[in-house]
């Protein structure tokens, strides 16, 4: 099969697509690990020193465009994955025979994913746009003792926990967001080891456990923090 026909043909999206998936994972699981400073640190000296790392960091500033390349590889991947899928089936399986031989999560995953991308979007509206494009009041500069030594660098903390303690309603969207995320990495994140190769039954039900367990450590890390700042402030 030459290159091109592998990337048109279903086997070949499926595989990019769940590269890029496992590639995200990645990124998500540092992301909120950062994420998570907010709630051991009051004081925002830990997590301001995370995203002055994140931010200053050459490798970093390299895998932003490689990692905003991997989100649009995956989903128009998704996407045409779902189009050709519909296309093959003009008529509806029977929904109790869905229920049984499937998981919610796995016939939901465009609509999941879907959903997700409405929280990535608002999410980096209220972030990331600000501190990297058009800054925001909050982001004053401090300065923070790193390694014994003063640095200076914006107030990410203030602009991000002023959000949560300010905002119920975007509390409430975060806490969905992280839901749906893990819901999403429950079927992404086993589908994506069986795509490329790793689907015997022993390992097959590995990765499937693992995939559940991962997915409840996203769910419960993302939404743990909009609850720490709702019941604390």
């Not at 990019?16 to 995200?24: A, D, E, K, P, Y």
Request: charged share 10%; proline share 3%; aromatic share 14%.
């Amino acid at each position: 099969m030459s290159k091109g026909s592998f990337l048109s043909a279903s086997i070949g999206r499926k595989f990019f697509m769940s590269i890029t998936g496992l590639f995200l994972i990645t990124f998500i699981i540092v992301h909120m690990s950062i994420n998570l400073l907010l709630i051991f640190d009051d004081s925002g000296d830990l997590f301001n020193i995370a995203a002055n790392f994140m931010a200053t960091n050459p490798l970093i500033k390299v895998m932003e465009p490689v990692l905003a390349l991997g989100f649009l590889v995956h989903i128009v991947w998704s996407v045409g994955i779902t189009i050709q899928n519909m296309r093959a089936r003009p008529v509806g399986y029977n929904k109790a025979i869905q229920s049984v031989n499937s998981t919610w999560a796995s016939r939901n995953m465009f609509i999941l994913g879907g959903l997700v991308l409405v929280f990535l979007g608002l999410h980096l509206f209220n972030f990331w746009w600000k501190i990297k494009i058009v800054g925001d009041p909050l982001l004053e500069h401090i300065t923070v003792m790193q390694g014994g030594i003063p640095t200076e660098m914006e107030n990410a903390y203030l602009l991000v926990s002023t959000l949560f303690k300010e905002s119920i309603v975007y509390c409430l969207i975060y806490i969905a967001g992280g839901i749906l995320l893990g819901l999403h990495v429950t079927h992404g994140f086993w589908s994506a080891f069986q795509t490329i190769g790793l689907n015997n039954q022993i390992w097959r039900k590995r990765f499937y456990v693992l995939a559940n367990i991962i997915g409840w450590i996203f769910a419960i890390g993302f939404s743990v923090i909009p609850l720490y700042f709702m019941i604390k402030f």
